[in-house]
């Protein structure tokens, strides 16, 4: 919940920095004060998340078997797409061991390895320019890295948004967020 709260916070401030003009939801020099904290906190959570997942079991729910998953994601998706509107059981219910179902793996495993690492290093070089490369194959590492933080936040946005939409279709439009909450779905 925290990560979420965040990251929803890192969304409105960016977008607000990213389209600063008098009528912005947050004005430019508080979005940036607020985004920068926002960052500071979400590295700190990351950082717990990872050596967690480095030292835990948990980890373990991160790790894509590499048998059969195209088979495996392909059901899920059919689920998603097509079998839940018609009422069938999910192909992956949600375990002790199997916490999460292909597809969300598979999207977990982009976002928290991935799209996550990506904004943090990325964020890190815009709010300490002077660590970032000057330039690239000819471009300027500062835009370079201010075009990977703004695609990376995308990607997380968008994951966001899908995440939220898939918690109001379970048995009822609210059963879902519990799960989204604490990390467990209750199959109850």
């Known amino acids: 919940m925290t990560n979420a ?10 977008l607000s920095i990213q389209f600063s003009n008098p009528s912005t939801i947050v004005k430019f020099n508080m979005a940036v004060t607020f985004h920068n904290i926002a960052g500071m906190l979400l590295l700190l959570s990351y950082l717990v998340f990872f050596f967690g997942n480095l030292f835990t079991k948990n980890g373990g729910h991160y790790v894509i078997p590499l048998k059969n998953t195209f088979d495996r994601l392909k059901k899920q998706l059919y689920f998603y797409t097509i079998g839940i509107f018609k009422n069938e059981q999910a192909p992956f219910p949600a375990n002790e061991e199997e916490k999460f179902n292909p597809l969300q793996q598979l999207t977990y495993v982009v976002l928290m390895y991935i799209l996550v690492p990506f904004v943090i290093i ?20 500062l835009d370079l890295t201010d075009f990977v933080h703004i695609i990376a936040g995308f990607g997380i946005s968008l994951i966001m948004c899908v995440h939220i939409y898939f918690c109001t279709i379970g048995k009822n439009p609210t059963s879902n967020f519990k799960s989204m909450i604490n990390g467990y779905h209750d199959s109850h």
Not at 5 to 14: A, H, N
Not at 122 to 141: A, D, H, K
């Open 5 to 14: 709260l965040f990251c929803v916070i890192l969304i409105i401030t960016g």
């Open 122 to 141: 990325s964020g890190l070089g815009l709010l300490y320019p002077e660590i970032t490369v000057n330039s690239v194959f000819g471009f300027s590492g």
